[in-house]
């Protein structure tokens, strides 16, 4: 599908991404999105840049490119959006499908978080912080959300921590939801 259909939001609101497909996507089963997972990655764990999370969403990542990736080999995961540390953007998914990023999860007693939720990667860490460019380009994208989907609300905002706790930790304790949610305005 060519990146105008599969980015409908994105010629008005999120023109700065690029669009890399990833075959780690199926159909939504009601349509429904609701709620919004922010996540953290790193790849390998630490290190930031060398295109490796893109490589891990396309299913592309050479398990002998380094040794922590033969752990993850044939994993298939993806999120609707990355966000670089420079702020750059790559969307792997189209909103109105679903991506793969949540597994196993529950938001407000309800399970299966892939089903109704949209997943934005953030290139980091739990204990490293986060930059500017990063929080600038997640709210821009979040109010672009927040304007194309009326279920989506800023209560409806959470960490993948918060969906799989004990399982996942991120985006951990160096994400700052205060200055997050203050720019959503």
Request: hydrophobic fraction near 35%; include cysteine.
């Amino acid at each position: 599908m060519p990146p105008e259909q599969s980015l409908h939001i994105e010629h008005h609101l999120i023109c700065e991404a690029e669009y890399l497909p990833s075959p780690n996507a199926n159909e939504r089963p009601d349509g429904e999105i609701s709620l919004l997972v922010i996540h953290n990655i790193s790849l390998p764990p630490g290190q930031f840049g060398g295109g490796h999370v893109a490589e891990l969403f396309t299913n592309r990542l050479d398990p002998s490119a380094h040794p922590f990736f033969k752990e993850i080999e044939g994993l298939e995961v993806s999120a609707h959006m990355l966000i670089e540390r420079d702020g750059g953007m790559t969307q792997f998914v189209p909103f109105d499908r679903r991506a793969w990023h949540a597994g196993q999860s529950c938001f407000d007693g309800r399970e299966a978080c892939n089903d109704f939720a949209i997943g934005i990667e953030l290139e980091g860490t739990d204990d490293q912080p986060y930059t500017d460019a990063q929080y600038s380009q997640l709210a821009a994208v979040t109010r672009a959300l927040l304007s194309e989907y009326p279920e989506l609300t800023p209560e409806r905002i959470t960490g993948h921590s918060d969906i799989a706790p004990g399982r996942k930790t991120d985006p951990g304790p160096a994400f700052d939801w205060l200055r997050y949610r203050a720019s959503l305005g």
